[in-house]
């Protein structure tokens, strides 16, 4: 069910650390949270109901890391997973997001996933009834009765037929007829999307407006592309008919259920400050009283069945620099009885931020103008300058933590990048001196870093 199955939380600690430098706090507070998960998997069946997760509220300011660790989490957890705002939502009965709408993203994030997963051990399968169809398109009549989908046209006489067929069976598992144009009556148009914005709109009553793509969609019609191209358009139509639908629903509804993880960020922007009525903030606290029954555990109605929210782990975050954590109503912050400080970000950090990740910005960089033909050589006394530059700045202006290294940068580098096309085969050393050049008067002048940095 979960990639992370059988790892402890040392080793989820040290997965996390790859990508995100510090908050040992917020990373061992999940790796916990995960690891109970998989302690829980193997309980007995009387008391597995009753352990209940334990929702994580992370507060920091913005740009040390919460996003991004549970960005990673998702990626190395596969479970199911969203990230939301929570200014996003509106109590009931005004115009908005109903907050029940993130099960229901949760859930169909669940099934596109599972069926993800099907359509892989289904592949060769999909593969060989697409090359099928295609032969029968290049060969009409060679086949009978012509599968749906082929372009009928002329038949040939059976034994012609059948080696012809043969013979263009060969030449296209080889690519040689890739850029051959043919002609296919495909599965139709993407379907319509269609978004609720009301509480109490149809969308609650769990309807599938899916179901009405050949209304607005119309007959379906043949069209013309290139062996390549409808070879994939075939193969992916062959995985839709090959995978079991409701057992993907089925398989999905239980991995919601008991793995699921909604991350909800900005949660501080819908704190109500004590003494402060009215307004605005009769919808912030509105929204919190229709979080509280979906994180206590409630059934949510979606287009694919109920689904029961009581062991989803919920992982809430905020700065909380204009509101602190007791001006969430008291019932809800019950609810998140773990939580985790991040801590701003140092100079330090910022040069461990831009060198030791795995997604480390120097070497995004570095990638990046080598697809130029531009070596690109960060020297490690300027990344130092760089730290320095950065973490002065946001004492200065707006804290707005690691994100300052991506305006830095970007400013330092934006003569190297717009003339990178014709730089090619030159060698562009970062040092400290060209960090001075491009960025000191800029920090100096604290009018103009304001506006710029």
Known sequence: ??????????EIVDALDHYIIGQKAAKKAVAIALRNRQRRA?????????????????IGPTGVGKTEIARRLAKLSGAPFIKVEATKFTEVGYVGRDVESMVRDLMSRAVSMVKDEMKAGVEEAAREAAEEILLDILVPGSSSPPPEGADVQTPVEPDRGSHAREVLRRKLREGALDERMVEITSGGGRKPHVEVISGAGVEQMGFDFGNLGS???????????????????????????????ESATEMARERVQDAGIIFIDEIDKIAVKEGRSGGPDVSREGVQRDILPIVEGSTVNTKYGMVDTGHILFIAAGAFNLSKPSDLIPELQGRFPLRVELESLSAADFKEILTSPRNALTRQYVELLATEGVVLVFQDDAVKRLSDIAAEVNSRTENIGARRLHTVLELLLEDVSFNAPDMEGQTVRITPDYVDEKLSEIVEDRDLSRFIL
Request: aromatic content about 2%.
């Open 1 to 10: 069910m979960s990639k992370l199955t059988g790892l402890t939380p040392q």
């Open 215 to 245: 209304i607005f969609q119309g007959p379906k019609k043949p069209r013309k592309v290139i062996v390549a191209r409808a070879r994939e358009i075939l193969e992916a139509e062959q995985q839709e008919k090959l995978i079991d639908a």
């Open 42 to 58: 193997k309980l007995a069946d009387d008391i597995r109901d009753e352990v209940a997760p334990k929702n994580i509220l992370m």
